[in-house]
């Protein structure tokens, strides 16, 4: 009897001495196999990770950033909510991620103000790499921003600068003495023209009466530049997005339905142009996305969708891009020609 129990004492001691081995040879193998991270930022707290540090009011987030790059060096790790971040700060760096390593960060994250206000990701220029985010970039690329494209519309901005200091012209009839003009709704009405004809094939003026229609497009733009450059607490800390604190997320639905219902409104004009057989000098970006999405499998997403999100994407791009172009233009005619 004693020596049984001797026994399987000897034999549990034995078990439990080669499960512990593997157990260990395991994990160190493990550990051997997973790639080195970049350091871990102290002082992290849970659930927040580090967003006491970023949102600090003592100083900007740059300088922050800048003084963890000091003690971690090029390149560490930072917790944004529930999320690890990793962040890079030299050139060099940064260049071979870009260039090596392009495919591993070639997607974008999902965040609140890119579902909402982005058709729910069909917006390409924020939905995730993939089969849809490939098609839409080539035809993006090969259809609506190509060399031959920009030939057939490089007029468009010669023709707004013409008609705008034209109707400048104009009003300077019915003043009295120095025509004082704002020029920073001058400008911008002229950008905004400029834009609204590649995109929509529309143009707005003081005379037609668009007055209501200008201001809802500038606060459509404005409200877009705005709230995605917000940050949502659900999209650090998901758990809590149901409470939409700082109502940010009632925000972006209203802004969504604006944009929703301005763009529908180009888009069934020009389908209403198509219908009755109405030929156009220019075709717009809406005409040939309606002629090359035709009978397209768009990953799940209708033709209308794609459309509207993909004119989104190209307006608020445009108004960065051609400001710029426009005010050289501008500045070519009022002070060499006239």
Known sequence: MDVTIEYLYALATGVI????????????????????????????????????????SNQPPYITLGDLADKYGPIFTLRVGVHNAVV????ELAKEIFTTHDVIIS??????AAKILGHDYANFGFSPYGDYWQMMRKVTASELLSTRRFETLRDIRDSEVKKSLMELCKSRVDEVGDLKVEMKRFLGDMNLNVIMR?????????????????????????????????????????FLGWLDLGGHVKEM????????????????DHRHKNDI????????????????????????????TVIKATCLVRSISSITNSIFS????????????H
């Not at 997607?107 to 609140?112: A, C, M």
């Open 277 to 304: 057989g109405e030929t156009k000098m220019e075709q717009d970006f809406i005409d040939v996305l309606l002629s090359v999405l035709h009978g397209v499998h768009l990953d799940g997403y209708d033709v209308d």
């Open 88 to 91: 890079v700060s030299t050139w």
């Open 17 to 56: 001495f080669i499960v512990l081995i593997s157990y260990s040879a395991f994990f160190k193998g493990d550990a051997r196999a997973q790639p080195k991270l970049p350091p871990l930022a102290s002082g992290g707290w849970p659930l927040i990770g580090h967003l006491h540090l970023l949102g600090s």
């Open 198 to 238: 590649m995109i929509a094939g529309k143009r707005y003026s003081n005379e037609s009466g668009d007055e209501r229609e200008v201001r809802k497009v500038r606060w459509v733009f404005r409200e877009f530049f705005r709230l995605t450059g917000l940050f949502v607490v659900g999209d650090a800390i998901p």
């Open 107 to 112: 997607s974008r994250p999902k965040f609140t």
């Open 253 to 268: 639905k209203k802004a969504a339905r604006e944009m929703d219902s301005v763009v529908c409104g180009w888009l069934e």
């Open 326 to 337: 426009s005010l050289c233009v501008f500045y070519f005619y009022f002070f060499y020609l």
